[in-house]
């Protein structure tokens, strides 16, 4: 087992270079089965959920060929339906874009219910709505989910969400693709990686339309072919090393993005008090020494991401006053509220609220990541905090940050990886960073 060992109270200084979108990517990896032919993606990040689609991938009889680090082409001519390797597909949430994707090339499929994160209930129940409008079968039973197109191919429905939803979304597209007619997605979502998924498809040959509207039409195709395409930057990682300059009293080029993605975040940061410039494929985030405090509440695109309210509340601890968060999308995001108390945080949480007494200084202690968002969150606080700080379950953040540590200690940060095996021989070994 491996944990983060930092040493804080050092301000982050330089430029750091945006990976792909890991929510883009986690799609796009299983729409590439629906492609028939050898499609090329580019600026892949290097996580643990891309390796693991990947894995699956070829299971299914992909040819994955690595071009170099972030470039990949992907060969599905040959691809068959059989079991996916379940003990990968249970450890992702991605894992149910594969519902769409298998339904779209094989008439049928069989996942397991979505892994990943466990920060409150998360539902399947409008892909299932989306894929039984689109006329297929489907059976959830004993964790996995069966479903199949009775007369081998979906046919274009009609589908009103009752909740905006990225993931259904997401699905019901891939789904929709190369079905029969028109599908129209009404209350969609509208993220960023939604439009990314929407292109890579069309530069295959699909016909979808209104990707980034709460109205999406498909117009269903044959097949797909062969063809290059390159992800869109994350903009979680973006928000994070935003966030992460804030906090520390930085100053941070973030390179490789796309400023529209980040308005949110950099709206967010500005009324703390931080100064965010934005060129035309970077952004500058800098301290002014004195962080005010926000009142945050999640919503989805263009509303304050989720995915970067840990890192927020991180960043409001270091604030003067009284700042409110508000949850706006998860039931139980607030878990690694506990691990900043070990630190010190004063914070109060009733619900989907939040209420943080920022202006204490943190001393750095044992945590852990309880989730991918919340481990980022608690390597922010290790950085800003005084003394040692140690995170464990270190897994959730390899999940979405590419090189996490290399690219922290590049910009001056005091962390290592450490390996800490049962017996406590070699707890202090120091496992070397490419």
């Known amino acids: 087992m491996e944990k983060y060992v930092i040493n804080g109270g050092k301000p982050l200084q330089g430029e750091v270079e945006i990976s792909g979108a890991k929510n883009a990517a986690v799609a796009i990896i299983p729409a590439a089965l629906m492609v028939d032919g050898v499609c090329r993606i580019e600026n892949i990040p290097e996580i643990s959920d891309t390796d693991m689609l990947l894995t699956i991938l070829t299971h299914l009889g992909a040819k994955v060929r690595l071009i170099n680090r972030s470039t990949i082409e992907i060969d599905s001519r040959e691809v068959r339906f059989c079991d996916a390797p379940f003990d990968l597909m249970r450890k992702i949430r991605a894992s149910y874009y594969l519902i769409g994707a298998m339904l779209s090339r094989f008439g049928h499929a069989k996942t397991t219910m979505p892994g990943g994160c466990n920060f409150g209930v998360r539902p399947i129940d ?85 990707a980034g509207t709460d109205t999406i039409k498909i117009n269903g195709v044959e097949k797909l072919h062969g063809g290059s395409y ?23 080029l973030v390179k490789n993005v796309i400023p529209k993605h980040l308005e949110c975040i950099s709206a967010k940061l500005r009324e703390t008090g931080t100064i965010v410039q934005e060129y035309e494929d970077s952004v500058l985030v800098k301290s002014n020494g004195n962080l005010r405090k ?17 890192q927020m509340g ?24 506990n691990e900043l108390r070990k630190m010190g945080a004063d914070i109060q949480v009733d619900g989907r609220i939040a209420i943080i007494e920022g202006g204490n200084a943190l ?11 919340a481990g980022a969150a608690m390597v922010i606080a290790g950085l800003c905090a005084s003394g040692t700080t140690e995170i464990e379950d270190i897994h959730f953040i390899e999940r979405g940050y590419e090189n996490f540590v290399g690219k922290l200690r590049a910009l001056g940060a005091d ?10 021989e070699n707890a202090d070994k120091v496992i070397s960073i490419g």
């Open 314 to 337: 991180t960043l409001l601890c270091m604030a003067n006053g009284t700042s409110v968060i508000t949850e706006g999308i998860y039931d139980n995001r607030f878990k690694y509220v």
């Open 415 to 424: 962390i290592s990886i450490i390996d800490f095996p049962d017996d406590t």
């Open 230 to 252: 390159s992800i869109i930057p994350d903009q979680i990682e973006a928000g994070t090393y935003m966030v992460a300059a804030a906090a520390t009293g930085g100053e941070i």
């Open 294 to 310: 926000a009142n945050v509440k999640t919503l989805p695109y263009p509303g304050f991401p989720t995915d970067m309210q840990p």
């Open 363 to 373: 001393t750095g202690a044992p945590v852990m990541a309880c989730d991918l968002r």
């Open 126 to 210: 409008q892909h299932i709505k989306g894929m039984t409008a689109l006329g297929a079968d489907i059976d959830v039973r004993n964790g996995f989910v069966y479903a199949d197109a009775p007369d081998g191919r979906l046919h274009g429905a009609k589908i009103y969400l009752d909740k905006v939803s990225v993931g259904a979304t997401m699905n019901i597209i891939l789904a929709a693709t190369m079905a029969s007619g028109r599908t129209i997605i009404e209350n969609a979502a509208r993220e960023p990686h939604i439009v990314d998924l929407a292109n890579f498809l069309n530069s295959m040959g699909a016909d979808v339309r209104g």
